[in-house]
Structure formats: C-alpha cells, structure tokens
C-alpha cells in the first residue's frame, strides 16, 4: 500500500512538474502572443497613418478639381449673362461678377448679379446643382443679399440657379422656390424663367 501511494505521490509530483511547465510554456506562449498582438498593432496604426495621409491627399486633390469645375462653370455663365444681360421678363443694365461682401466676420459671394433701375437677378452657378442647393439660394442668399447690399432694398429681386448637371428633383426644388434654372444644352443655353418668385 505504501509502495502504491508512493507511486501515486510521485505520479501527482511528475504531473505538478508537467503543469508548471506547461504554464510556463503557455506564459511564454501569451507573451509571444502579447508581442505579436503589439506589432500587429503598431503596424496597423502605420498604416492607418499612410492611408489617411493619403486620403487627405486625395481629398486635397479632388477639391481642387471640384473647385476649378465650379470655377469653371461661375466662367461660363458669367459669359452668357455678360452677353444676354436678361433674366426672366427683365432686361439689365450691366453685371456684376463674383459680387464680395466681407466684414465684422461676415462674408458672401454672388456668383453672377444682374442690375437694372428696379430689380436685381442673383443666379448662383454650379457644375453640378443638388436640391439642397436651391434651398440655400433660397433660404440663405437673399436674406445675405438683403443685409449686405441695402442699396437694393427697394428692388424686386430673382433668383436662378446655372449649371451643367441638374436632375428632376432639382427642378421641382426649383419650382417650389421660384427659382429659375439656366443649364447648357449642346452649344447652347436654356433658360427656364417661366415660374420665377419675386423676392
């Protein structure tokens, strides 16, 4: 019976030993884990680094181009109402490009202005116009034109919207507002003026 105890003793001490050896390994195994987990890690946020950097780059780059179309088309139409110089039922004296307000911390700019003795015509261009776009003239525009030029309080005032990509939403939007809607159509210009609202 000794003797069998004995065995079982020493089987258990072999085991224990076994054990811890295997805790060791398992120790080592999770440090190694911890190491590569880390390197991982930090290989991850380099990279995060570099693609970010790049996107930035991308995005400096795409706004540049977004920013010459957009310049671009203020180009174009500013072109044709500088020839036309009429807008709605209304025929203007002169135009004013690219029309700057700037102090005490406000500004704005009006892409295309149209004057005459009684009514002024704002036409925002853009190369392509979103229905979130006629609301901003709408909502935001005049009441910026209003406090910033106050020499033309007295005038009516219209609204259009110029651009070379419009969907069906646009027109509606702009229909709802009285805003008309200038797009180039081949070598020409198309002028929608029929529903405009005198603001």
């Known amino acids: ?22 805790i060791k390994e398992n120790a080592k195994g999770f440090a190694e884990l ?6 991982i890690a930090e290989e991850s946020e380099k990279r995060s680094k570099k693609i970010d950097e790049k996107l930035d780059r991308l995005n400096e780059i795409v706004n ?11 180009q174009y139409f500013q072109t044709v109402f500088e020839k036309k110089l009429s807008f709605g039922k209304e025929t203007y004296y002169y135009m004013l490009p690219n029309l700057k307000y ?3 911390g ?4 009006f ?32 009441s910026q034109f209003r406090e910033y030029f106050p020499i ?21 939007e702009a229909k709802v507002y009285g805003i008309g809607i200038i797009r180039q159509v081949g070598d020409a210009v198309e002028i929608d003026d029929r529903d405009l609202k005198v603001y």
């Open 106 to 109: 406000k500004s704005a700019e």
């Open 111 to 142: 892409d295309i202005v149209l004057v005459n003795g009684e009514s002024v015509a704002i036409i925002e261009a853009k190369n392509r116009i979103h229905p979130d776009f006629i609301k901003e003239i709408a909502l935001n525009k005049v």
């Open 1 to 22: 019976m000794e003797k069998e105890t004995e065995m079982l003793l020493q089987d258990l001490i072999k085991r224990q030993a076994e054990a811890r050896d295997q």
């Open 64 to 74: 540049r181009v977004n920013n010459n179309i957009g310049y671009h088309a203020e």
């Open 102 to 104: 700037s102090r005490k």
């Open 34 to 39: 911890r190491e590569q987990q880390k390197k």
């Open 152 to 172: 033309y309080e007295n005038y009516k005032l219209y609204l259009g919207a110029a651009g070379f990509s419009f969907d069906e939403s646009v027109v509606k």
